[in-house]
């Protein structure tokens, strides 16, 4: 066996050292608050996937911990769970491998130690897969804890070729009730939600009554809408839940929250009501205590990220009032903190505390903060945990205990508890550290973290954008930068911890993470800013954020990397072709380099058309005016000025950015004589299966030291 050289065996080493810190998945309190379920998730490299396992942990009435679980309990075919609301019960769906490719799916409810029922959902045959992703993924119980209601595939009819041979004592109906095989349909194309919702084409609300066993499929929504994000109303009679429309297209979902969509409330026996306006797009449904309705939304058009406002449908009210509304910039809440809005992707499951108040987390510029809202009079707090610089999200709410994760980019994931204070009094919470900290190497827990702060001095409507600094110490030595914007383009960084920036960190890089103008978390203004903008003031944000660095900051300036993903593939391709002398080695995930020719094969087609500058439409004439403002905003514009050795990583199942784009970039690099090298790996739009990861993060780091000669590795 030929030894690995010392290089790659350094990144080895790094990756598998941090491939051992586990992050935190979810949380849950109990009623009283004062014991902790917690689901971790672990790297496992021997099997080639994440382990995901519980830990509990039991507090006293200072919620410090009393006692913890001796060892973690192994849930990785855990699919959803849910815990009854008076804690009897918890209800599980399962998924186990039959064979090689087979399946099946169940359905547990346990009572406390014993195994009160288990249904083979599979053989039931009354629906599809069930949904567990964190677009339309529910599980959920009745008040009085008799019914569950969760969303699944719908059940395809069955179809046959028009020619088929059949058994002659086989009646015409096989009296099963079922109505005969449509012919001719097999090969009828249906369309999926695209990137990571691959096979999810249209969902139902399926509702089982425990005592009986029973499963129903509710009939009321029209098969033009897609349910997901369900839960009961509080006296079981009806559910509640976020309806996505089909027509005229499916377009990709995750990551989008532009998409049409509308909240409703459907009774088990098919009636139903829809509760928000039209031109919306809507998430997150939460019903109070008091039985009112809470969600976020946002106008179903332009950005595929933004600001949301939080909004309430009283009990009995036909009007729906706004909590907080969607903020240009930003404003000023108790204690002179400045708010910029909301950008979270979803609500707490259970967000609610006494006093009329809800607590939920958000990013805001270089970090995720939490806040409690008083619901009748808009006051927001800040209670981010002060203790652990970095971001905090809160996991669940009960008995005013609040739960959170709380990070950095020095310190791995850790749980905190913390007594909500009265009204009034909500800035002087104190947190209490729960679970032990995870030790990383010395270079990246002593590492310096800086937010940047940047200015433009132009006459543009938004000068301003951040970024993050993050380098291990030095005395005195100047270190190679990864420059490094984000995708979305309206996504942004935040100071949590990063097994990626963290491996660049121990292998002696400085990491410079951009939130360029069009990112989230700097207020509605600064997404909307973009668009149009695309490949031009996102690169310059850059540039900018890279000269800064450079003056600022300890860095070679002959030692200048660019690493991004997605539409930061987008530009870093730009820069490495609009300012070839200045950056010296590349690493692109899935970019984008031709908008034009993405427009048709794209799970997406409205982001090629929205950050190019007009609004999406696939009605009348193709507009050549159109496509050649795709083109010209393109990193493909540039591609004949890059120097740079290049190392792209695709992923043949994506369907965000086809692998195509990148091939033909790269062919276009090696007519010119740049040193390029393609990796195709069988994953999608993220490569974050762990195999590909690996591989992607080692061979990155070792394209960058290798093209850069880096000696002191």
């Given amino acids: 066996m030929l030894r690995m050289s010392s290089q790659i065996e350094t990144i080895v080493n790094a990756y598998k050292t941090l491939s051992k810190v586990p992050s935190i998945v979810g949380g ?151 109505s005969a095989p449509k012919k001719g349909e097999e090969f009828l194309y249906r369309q999926d939600w695209g990137e990571q919702l691959v096979g999810k084409h249209l969902s139902v609300v399926v509702v089982c009554k425990l005592a009986t066993e029973t499963f129903t499929v509710l009939d009321g929504l029209p098969e033009t809408c897609c349910p997901g994000q369900v839960r009961f109303s509080q006296d079981g009679q009806s559910v509640v839940g976020v309806a996505w429309k089909t027509e005229p297209r499916r377009l990709g979902l995750i990551f989008c929250t532009n998409r049409p969509s509308f909240i409703f409330e459907l009774t088990l026996d098919g009636k139903l009501s829809k509760l928000s306006a039209e031109g919306l797009s809507v998430r997150s449904p939460r019903l109070s205590p008091a039985g009112d309705l809470f969600w976020l939304q946002r106008a179903a058009d332009g950005p595929h990220h933004a600001c949301h406002a939080l909004v309430c449908k009283r009990k009995d009210a036909v009007a729906v009032t706004t909590i907080i509304d969607i903020v240009p910039t930003e404003v000023d809440i108790d204690g002179g903190a400045k708010f910029h809005g909301i950008y979270s992707q979803g609500l707490p499951s259970r967000c609610f505390a006494s006093e009329g108040r809800l607590v939920f987390s958000t990013p805001q510029r270089n970090e995720v903060r939490t806040y409690v809202v ?14 652990l610089p970095g971001s905090t999200s809160v996991l669940d709410v009960r008995s005013d205990v609040i739960l959170a994760a709380c990070s950095s980019m020095t310190t791995p994931g850790q749980l905190y508890v913390a007594p909500l204070p009265s009204k009034g009094s909500e800035a002087s919470i104190e947190w209490t550290r729960i679970s032990q900290p995870y030790e990383v190497p010395d270079s990246v827990a002593n590492s310096t973290v800086q937010y940047m702060e940047l200015h433009h001095n132009t006459d543009d409507d938004v000068k301003s954008f951040t970024a993050l600094y993050f380098a291990p110490k030095t005395e005195g030595k100047k270190l190679p930068l990864v420059v490094w914007p984000h995708g979305g383009p309206h996504s942004g960084f935040v100071n949590a911890y990063s097994l990626e920036a963290a491996l660049f960190n121990m292998l002696g890089f400085a990491s410079l993470q951009i939130n360029y103008r069009g990112s989230t978390g700097a207020g509605e203004a600064s997404v909307r800013f973009l668009p149009k903008r695309a490949g031009d003031a996102d690169v310059k944000d850059c540039k900018m954020a890279t000269d800064e660095a ?138 974050s299966s762990l195999p ?11 394209w960058f030291l290798t093209h850069l000669d880096n000696k002191s590795v």
């Fill in 550 to 687: 450079l003056k600022s900051h300890s860095v070679e300036p002959g030692k200048l990397c660019l690493f991004g993903g997605s539409h930061g593939g987008f530009l870093v391709t730009h820069l490495s072709g609009q300012y070839p002398d200045l950056y010296k080695v590349v690493v692109s995930r899935n970019p984008v380099v031709d908008v034009a020719s993405m427009f048709n094969s794209t799970d997406i087609a409205d982001w090629c058309a929205v950050e190019a500058g007009f609004p999406f439409t696939e009605k009348g004439p193709i507009s050549e005016d159109e496509l050649l403002a795709m083109r010209r905003c393109s990193p493909l514009a540039h591609v004949h000025e890059v120097k740079a050795p290049t190392a792209l990583m695709l992923g043949s199942g994506d369907k965000r950015v086809p692998h195509y784009q990148g091939l033909e970039y790269s062919r276009r690099l090696k007519a010119n004589g740049v040193p390029t090298r393609v990796y195709m790996y069988e994953d999608n739009h993220s490569l």
């Fill in 28 to 178: 849950r309190l109990n009623n009283d608050g004062n014991r902790i379920s917690c689901k971790w998730s672990v790297r496992n490299l021997d099997k080639g996937k994440t382990t995901k396992y519980l830990h509990d942990y039991i507090l006293d009435k200072n919620l410090n911990v009393l006692s913890q679980s001796e060892f973690g309990v192994d849930v990785s075919n855990e699919l959803l769970s849910a815990v009854s609301p008076k804690g009897m019960f918890k209800a599980v769906i399962r998924e186990e491998k039959e064979g090689k490719d087979a399946k099946k799916q169940y359905l547990e409810v346990w009572c406390k130690h014993n195994l009160a029922h288990c249904v083979d959902l599979t053989a039931l045959d009354i629906h599809g897969d069930v949904y567990a992703d964190s677009e339309f993924g529910s599980l959920d119980w009745t008040q009085d804890e008799s019914a569950l209601v969760y969303i699944a595939e719908k059940k395809l009819k069955k179809s046959e070729p028009y020619i088929k041979r059949k058994s002659e004592d086989k009646s015409k109906t096989d009296g099963s009730g079922e």
């Fill in 692 to 702: 590909v990861e690996m591989d992607n993060l080692i061979n990155s780091a070792d």
């Fill in 374 to 387: 008083d619901i009748d009079g808009g006051r927001i707090v800040d209670i981010s945990n002060k203790s």
